[in-house]
């Protein structure tokens, strides 16, 4: 069975300091796994994607994350939050077909001035 | 732009009555998956057709339906509406089983 669960619903950082949203997977598979940004009335939006192929992957606007296979970690990154950050941020869990794709519930960041 | 065509952008209707909602997927894409977005149950996954077979249901009510056509657009027909249905109803497509779902901009649905 596969489920994601994403370890923070609100996530508040002052502009030009660190992000980390925290994503843990369970998944009986070699997942997918990705990373999709929502900004108000908006469609989701792909940020990053893994497949196995490295472990850091970087994704755009300067995110990044790491897939941690012994801790079932897919944490979200960014070395400074802008202001245009601010959105909702979904990690995604996708077993091979991709026919089982599973959302996490969302981590809201707010980037403060 | 993310390729996915969702009309009518928004969408207000009585409750027991029926809308249809449409997409169209990106060019080349066989997938189409269908999403509901409201503020209690977040996104919540509702079917799956794949070159106009369905392949997963998710969370979808009796009263919602959906098909893909030859040409892989799809159609969501929600029937006998409550005020609950309310929501952002979401299409995106991908290509294949393991690549990344692009979305369109959604539908809004109030149901008053």
């Known amino acids: 069975a596969q489920s994601v669960t994403q370890l923070d619903s609100h996530v508040s950082v002052s502009e030009g300091t660190p992000v980390l949203l925290r994503c843990n997977y369970s998944s009986s598979y070699s997942p997918s796994l990705f990373w999709y940004v929502q900004h108000p009335n908006k469609g989701l939006q792909l940020l990053l994607k893994y497949t196995s192929a490295a472990t850091l992957v970087k994704g755009i606007n300067g995110f990044e994350a790491e897939f941690k296979k012994s801790e079932t970690s897919f944490h979200l990154t960014k070395p400074s939050a802008h202001m245009s950050d601010a959105a909702e941020y979904f990690c995604?869990?996708?077993?091979?077909?991709?026919?089982?794709?599973?959302f996490g519930a969302g981590t809201r960041l707010f980037v403060k001035a | 732009d993310s390729g996915v065509t969702q009309t009518p952008k928004h969408l207000i209707t009585a409750t027991g009555q029926r809308v249809t909602l449409r997409c169209s997927p990106r060019?080349?894409?066989?997938?189409v998956y269908w999403y509901q977005q409201s503020l209690d149950q977040g996104l919540q996954f509702l079917i799956h057709?794949?070159?106009?077979?369905?392949?997963a249901k998710g969370n979808i009510l009796e009263r919602f339906s959906a098909q893909q056509f030859p040409d892989l657009h799809s159609e969501l027909n929600l029937s006998s509406l409550e005020l609950g249905d309310s929501a952002l109803y979401f299409c995106a497509s991908s290509a294949t089983g393991e690549s990344p779902l692009h979305f369109g901009n959604g539908t809004r649905l109030t149901v008053t």
């Open positions: 995604v869990v996708s077993n091979t077909g991709g026919f089982k794709t599973i």
């Open positions: 060019s080349g894409d066989l997938s």
């Open positions: 057709y794949y070159n106009g077979e369905e392949r």
